[in-house]
């Protein structure tokens, strides 16, 4: 029995024409050569008459009796054919005919007593699980673009009152001609199978549509004598329970057809590219002439064998008056589509995003892992497709700078509906099938100055006002701290409003506000925002303004979608529904919101965070979106890892970069596109721009509806200093270049403005 005999539940006993083979046939010749041989035996019993005993006897009585003993002998010669009584004795291969006939007899009256047995007890049980097995389906946000499967079968049923009639009809054609008229079972086919059960010889399955169908929706593949019985009462009983219609579409769900499909739906899908729906009649007479042996006869392996098949479908369907002749000479055999080896949907980009919707399955407690992989779920995701395109081309830009390496260096990208939480678009890494962590959820860096808008919210809360002075100068020493801190470049600010000490990212100036609204403000901040309490590094220290901690990329990106909220703060998910394999919602994302700042606290730092945009900012280069924008560059010590997150109305992004080697240990980010140095405002904000041009292009441009403009006033003097300055500043108060009037842009992209975090002495990873 070969692979595709064994899928399909039998072994095929049918020619290319359908004649049966292996039955037992009597033999015509062997009554006549029978009648002969008697003939011949009465013949010489007749020769033996009453006169010629006389005359032998007279013969012998002359001889006196000298031949008594040879008369005696003819005499019993001539006897030995019948019994005492004169009766013709029976030859002993008669008797052993009789006997065998008896013993088949004998074998059909028990197998009869054992149907009506089994017939009377049986109950129809319940379908097999291997044929209810069918394909869950990962779709985009849209509900109809298909992302990837879950599945150990590839097999996805359907409604087949929704088929033309003549894919039935071409089924029935080449597998059962009187499927529509018998009880269920072939008796000849069944006698054929015990008959050849009984010699020894290969066994056969049932052969009609429904012992198939028997064989493959409840019983599983059946060899054994009292199997076939028990497939042959189930044949019938099912043939009074369900229609024929009902039979043949489970059928045609069930069957396998080659190349790794299920059913006729996935059938259709790899032989010619589209829905069973669209079935032609010629692709449907030829996906139903290979079913016997689907992967020996698909036209890709055997294409004489397969046009043979289709040409024996189409002439059974003119027969049994499916079709007229017309219609069938009009028939040309269909192209198939080259068939490819099925691969995991896990591979590339996506398998981070199937991954990490599975997990999210999981977490429901609704769904099983059998139920993900054979439940036929219909589950649709947040991720927007065109978005997602966008953040594959905007990170895998990075492939294209010298220097640097893929295979060592990883980029982070997620998109965030702060309205609702929903993850729109992620970039986790280039193929799951190479490295399983996913970048944006699983890896950790250290989150740089992206920290510092959560101590400027807390000043907020605290009463405080973004037109506030602090003390930015440089390098500074504060209590606590064994070492003193040092803005980029040594560049010492003096007193400068919290909006530059944002806009450039001073560090002075943010560890003096730290120190002022308490350490335990800003890690309090943050969790509220979305970071989580376990991050790694978040520690109620002066530094932690600066980013010491190390964040996976999402909390980044969902603590500013909370500020983006006007300080709502909604649960990240990639689900939104899902459905069971007969279109019921049985799982619909529930948006969990906790309202964490009002929108007029949330409202006094965006003139800060604005101004991280605009020309002289460290995320200057956002002004090519010609939107309102806001966010925060990052970079931790020693450039090993560097963040850009911003925000428009209606979206959140965050790309984080970092790089580790052979061991996983972080390695420092330079000399990358001909970078010395690397920071935030340099490629993460080229990619991040890369990916909200084209995200963008849908959204309304326009601000907040949370947004109320603070008082431009300054609330509270400079706080100051509880330490006097250790080191005189080495620069002057105010920045060495001045600030550009005007936007400018780079002329390389990667080269922007410096940004931020540089702790000097201090050591904050």
Known sequence: MNPDEAKNGRHSSRSSHGTSRGAMRPDPAFPKRAARHEGTRRSSASNSSPGTSRQAGSAAAGNAGGRKGETSRSNSRKT?????????????????????????????????????????????????????????????????????????????????????????????ASED?????????????????????????????????????????????????????????????????????????????????????Y????????????????????????????????????????????????????????????????????????????????????TGTTGYLLQQVRRELAETGAFTDEQID?????????????????AINAAQMMNEVEGWNPDSMHVALSAIDPATGEIVAEFAGSDYQKVQRNAVTDDIAQAGSTFKPFTLLAYADQGGSVYDQVDGSSPRSF?????????????????????????????????????????QATVDTAVKLGIPEDTNGLDATLLNTLGVASTHNIDLTHAYATIANGGTRMN??????????????????????????????????????????????????????????????????????????????????????????????PVSLDNIGGLYQFHGGDWPADVWVKFMEAATADLPNGDYSWYTEPNPVQQNTPPTPTQPQSVQPTQPTQPTQPEPAEPTQPSQPGQGHDDDHDTGGSQSS
């Open 80 to 172: 030995s054919g019948r019994t005492a009584n004169g009766r013709k004795r029976r030859s002993w291969g008669k008797r052993i005919g009789l006997a065998f006939v008896f013993s088949v007899l004998g074998v059909i009256i028990a197998g009869l007593a054992s149907f009506l047995f089994l017939y009377a007890t049986l109950d129809i049980p319940k379908a097999d699980q291997v044929a209810l097995a069918q394909t869950s389906t990962v779709y985009y946000a849209d509900g109809t673009s298909e992302m990837g499967k879950f599945s150990e079968i590839n097999r996805s049923i359907i409604d087949t009152s929704t088929l033309p009639d003549y894919v039935g009809q071409a089924v029935v």
């Open 177 to 261: 001609r009187t499927f529509y008229s018998n009880s269920g079972i072939d008796l000849k086919g069944i006698a054929r199978a015990l008959v050849n059960n009984l010699r020894g010889l290969p066994r056969q399955g049932g052969s009609t549509l429904t012992q198939q169908y028997v064989e493959r929706y409840y019983m599983g593949e059946t060899t054994s004598l009292k199997g076939k019985v028990k497939e042959a009462v189930l044949a019938v009983k099912i043939n009074r329970e369900q229609t024929k219609d009902e039979v043949l579409g489970n059928y045609l769900n069930t069957i396998y057809f080659g190349r790794g499909a």
């Open 263 to 346: 059913g006729i739906e996935e059938a259709s899908k790899v032989f010619f590219g589209h829905p069973a729906s669209e079935l032609t009649l010629s692709e449907s007479a030829l996906l139903a002439g290979i079913i016997p042996a689907p992967s020996a006869w698909d036209p890709a392996e055997d294409p004489d064998m397969a046009h043979s098949r289709w040409e024996r479908v189409i002439s059974l369907m003119v027969q049994d008056g499916w079709i007229d002749q017309a219609e069938a000479d009009q028939q040309q055999f269909p192209q198939t589509i080259d068939f490819q080896e099925t691969t995991s949907s896990m």
């Open 374 to 390: 054979s439940g036929g779920l219909s589950i649709i995701t947040t991720i927007d497709k065109a978005r997602q395109e966008a």
């Open 479 to 519: 209590d606590g701290l064994a070492e003193p801190v040092s803005n980029v470049g040594n560049t010492s600010w003096g007193n400068v409003s919290l909006i530059k000490a944002t806009s450039y990212s001073i560090n002075t100036a943010f560890v003096t506000l730290n120190e002022k609204v308490g350490p």
């Open 572 to 665: 990240p998910h990639i689900l939104r529904e899902v459905r069971d394999s007969v279109g019921n919602k049985v799982y619909s994302a529930q948006l969990e919101s906790e309202k964490v700042f009002d929108a007029e606290t949330v409202s006094a730092i965006m003139p800060a965070l604005k101004a991280v945009m605009e020309p002289g900012g460290t995320g200057e280069k956002a002004a090519v979106l010609g939107r309102e924008a806001a966010g925060k560059s990052g970079t931790s010590d020693d450039q090993k890892s560097a963040q850009f997150v911003g925000m428009v109305p209606g979206l959140v992004a965050s790309v984080s970069m970092y790089q580790s080697d052979e061991a996983g240990n």
